[in-house]
């Protein structure tokens, strides 16, 4: 995806799975008060829009699922950073991603022309069931021990490092790769200068 921060800089980040792509769209904490757009069913929509699913589906979202959503989406939120920091589970947030899960997911279709459509009946729930299951794919998946926050002191995007290396640190080489190598740069060179 492509994200914009609050500075202007625009950058490409990969989340690595579905689930953690939700998180871009809010969350619990300083989150919620900065980057909420799940307060509105269009800020679901635009994001689905954006997300791996591309082109979306033509989704239908009641009240009552976009709440649903939200709620799943400040659950990913703790468990991606409980796996992050090697930390247990809480039993709640995992009800409510295996809850989630059980249910019927979107269904992906195949055009002719080899481009991906999405089968009628797309509804909040439904979205809501395939981005379960991709958490539960993801936490139990050979990306599990590779769930990883920003390595940058100011960032705190949360990313699966799905590199065959492995070593992933940063979300985007762009963005915070970038500016911890000029910080680097300038203090090497401040030492130099200094001897």
Do not use: I
């Not at 400040?74 to 950073?81: G, P, Q, V, Y």
Request: glycine share 10%; with cysteine.
């Amino acid at each position: 995806m492509t994200l914009q921060h609050r500075d202007g800089q625009r950058f490409r980040f990969d989340a690595g799975a579905l689930c953690l792509e939700l998180l871009l769209t809010g969350g619990p904490g300083p989150a919620a008060s900065r980057y909420e757009v799940l307060d509105r069913v269009e800020g679901l929509l635009d994001w689905v829009r954006r997300c791996r699913l591309a082109p979306g589906p033509e989704l239908t979202v009641t009240p009552a699922e976009l709440a649903a959503v939200r709620e799943l989406r400040d659950a990913l939120w703790r468990l991606a950073l409980a796996r992050a920091g090697g930390e247990g589970y809480d039993p709640g947030d995992l009800d409510l991603v295996n809850g989630a899960a059980a249910g019927a997911p979107l269904a992906a279709l195949v055009r002719p022309d080899g481009t991906r459509a999405w089968a009628p009946g797309a509804t909040g729930t439904r979205l809501l069931a395939t981005v379960a299951r991709d958490a539960v794919d993801l936490l139990t998946g050979p990306h599990a021990d590779r769930v990883r926050v920003c390595g940058a002191a100011d960032c705190f995007l949360v990313f699966a490092d799905t590199s065959w290396p492995g070593r992933r640190r940063w979300c985007s080489m762009e963005r915070c790769g970038n500016r911890h190598k000029v910080r680097a740069h300038r203090s090497r060179t401040r030492t130099e200068d200094e001897a």
